[in-house]
């Protein structure tokens, strides 16, 4: 049985008509990824209880949580903008909604809390002399604090600077590896969600597009939305290799093509796709590389190469194996 269950659940604003499923196992970090107004928070509201499903059911460990009021779920959430309560000071702000009783207890627990973030001593600090980056750090002792069954993160790196949010992802994967707590993660960042998911729900216009680990998305997309949200590729439609009639894409990846600048005979390399007279229209640097862009039939393919072309005119070579069939 898997422990967090959304049961085909709607939920209808105007325009905007969600309806989901998915499932994710105790301990996973899941990151719901997808572009804005897709409903990520939607999702997170329904499962905290800020909002009401129309129908559908959730359940935890087996039992529904779909009516329960927002306190006995045991769901916590930590926000993009921090919501730490000014009047306490840091430690008070991660006591607060510790299920503990005892005084002495709490403060030990904030005290190994505040160890686990990467900010041992900071206790007595007052939260609005934190920087953005540490105030995020104690919002997440604060929300570990009390336990909960599942945390949610609604875009959490969002208000940072890109070198802190690199930094802070790599600590919520490690105190999500400390802890155990199931996590759900919602970014519209694939780096970020690649970077640090075990799985990842990638959603659009309230729908699941795809469900899978990063490797999975990025190696097998089901459809054309999904393989160009993962990364860069080409997608050729079937038609063009296949024949009229053929339907859908066949798309791949950059890396998964190797360029040459001699003539190739397609007979010489059965388990591939060769292309012969391809255009070289551009040549990006990268680093361990170049992007290229290039055209073939009137159709856009995007390459990577170690080296520079030094002719205008290239061949391809993909192998078949690298080629993924998706639908439009
Ligand atoms: P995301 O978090 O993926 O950007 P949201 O869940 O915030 O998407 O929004 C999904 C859609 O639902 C949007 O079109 C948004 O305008 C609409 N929406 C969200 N909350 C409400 C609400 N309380 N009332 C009316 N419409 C809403
Ligand atoms: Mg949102």
């Known amino acids: 049985m898997p422990y967090l269950s ?13 309806s989901l499923s998915f499932e994710a196992e105790k301990g996973e970090l899941v990151c719901i990824l997808g572009p804005s107004g897709g409903g990520k928070s939607t999702l997170l509201s329904l499962l905290s209880g800020i909002e009401n499903p129309d129908s559908g059911d959730i359940t935890i460990d087996g039992n529904s949580i779909t009516r329960l009021p927002i ?31 005892s005084r002495k207890e709490r403060k030990e627990k904030a005290k190994e809390l505040l160890s686990l973030v990467g900010l041992p001593g900071y206790e007595k600090r007052k939260v609005t002399e934190l920087s953005g ?19 949610l993160l609604d875009e959490p790196l969002s208000a940072l600077d890109a070198p802190l949010r690199k930094k802070l992802r790599g600590a919520i994967r490690a105190i999500h590896d400390a802890t155990g707590t199931t996590m759900l993660y919602v970014t519209h960042d694939r780096e970020e969600a690649f970077a640090i998911a075990d799985r990842i729900l ?5 729908r699941n597009v795809a469900y899978g680990t990063p490797e999975d998305l990025y190696r097998n997309p089901p459809d054309l939305f999904t393989a160009f949200f993962t990364g860069e590729g080409t997608a050729l439609p079937c038609t063009l290799l296949y024949g009229e009639g053929k339907e859908g894409y066949i798309f791949f990846r950059p890396e998964s093509v ?9 007979g010489l390399y059965p388990n591939h796709l060769v ?4 255009e070289v229209r551009s040549a990006e640097y990268t680093g361990p590389g170049y992007v290229l862009g290039l055209w073939f039939k009137g ?9 520079k072309p030094k002719k205008r005119y290239i061949s391809l070579m993909i192998m078949v194996d690298a080629l993924i069939k998706v639908q439009s």
């Open 202 to 206: 990638i959603m659009k216009d309230g």
């Open 71 to 101: 306190h006995q779920r045991g769901i916590g959430m930590v926000f993009q903008d921090f919501s730490l309560f000014p009047s306490m000071n840091t430690g008070e702000n991660i006591e607060y909604g510790m299920r503990i009783k």
């Open 258 to 266: 190797t360029v040459s600048e001699e003539m190739l005979d397609g």
């Open 275 to 278: 292309m012969n007279n391809v």
């Open 133 to 151: 980056g540490e105030a995020q750090r104690v919002a997440l002792a604060r929300a570990i604090a009390s336990e909960p069954q599942i945390l």
């Open 299 to 307: 159709l856009p393919i995007i390459a990577f190469s170690p080296l």
């Open 6 to 18: 959304v049961k085909e659940v709607t939920k209808k604003y105007q325009e905007f008509n969600m």
